[in-house]
């Protein structure tokens, strides 16, 4: 790595006008490696912009050994942008660690595998921020976990309430939040205000919700009034 992020209850923070540019690493975290116990990045300001991370690497990547000392990686400010990572992508958050995103952006970097945060059991929350242009020239994900290839992936434990992103994260989304596409083609979070649901996935309009209902669904209607419902054949 070229900056490693070890020991324990260590903190780094980027910010202001610093720039990591320029470098050549190898393996998961090949630029910022952060694998210490209960370590914490901090990423205010600044860049990390064209670097260039080996086989199978990642440019930023975080683990810990200890389930009692998790670590972080907390993304406010500055830009991820214009990498090349032969490997999965300029996020890695690997087991006990959490990523937090409220603001600053993730674009135009190339991956050979998918762009994503990788949350085995563990956490990413975005609330702000950008994650938009990023391309993936590999035809395939080996271990299987998805057919596409999306600009980022989240596991079971990750929540979106906030940010712009170039594909739809709707499945993603905390409760009571939904995807709205913007001018431009992107995609923003905003929080629902819904009158119905099935399951887990809200509706604004309770036709769309009776639109969207297949046999076997129940339609839960979550505000009390007088709906003009049109019919369907349903």
Request: proline share 1%; glycine share 16%; aromatic share 10%.
């Amino acid at each position: 790595a070229v900056v490693y992020v070890g020991g324990a209850d260590a903190v780094l923070t980027i910010k202001g006008e610093t720039r990591i540019t320029g470098n050549f690493g190898i393996g998961n975290g090949g630029i910022i490696q952060n694998y210490g116990q209960g370590t914490t990045v901090n990423m205010e300001g600044g860049s990390i912009d064209n670097n260039h991370v080996g086989k199978s690497g990642t440019l930023y990547a975080s683990y810990s050994g200890n389930a009692n000392k998790i670590n972080t990686f907390n993304m406010s400010g500055g830009i991820i942008t214009q990498n090349i990572m032969e490997g999965y992508g300029p996020v890695y958050i690997h087991t006990n660690t959490v990523w937090n995103m409220t603001g600053g952006e993730i674009s135009e970097n190339i991956s050979f595998l998918p762009s994503y945060v990788r949350s085995n059991g563990n956490k990413g929350t975005i609330s702000g921020g950008k994650i938009v242009n990023n391309e993936i020239t590999g035809t395939s994900y080996s271990n299987g976990y998805y057919a596409t290839r999306p600009d980022i992936f989240l596991g079971a434990n990750s929540k979106i309430t906030g940010g712009t992103f170039t594909q739809d994260v709707s499945q993603w989304c905390a409760e009571g939040f939904k995807v709205e596409k913007n001018a431009d083609g992107t995609y923003g979070v905003k929080e629902g205000v819904f009158v119905a649901h099935i399951g887990n996935v809200g509706y604004e309009d309770l036709n769309d919700a009776f639109a969207a209902a297949v046999n076997g669904d129940v339609v839960e209607i979550d505000v009390a009034g007088t709906y003009a419902l049109k019919t369907s054949g349903k």
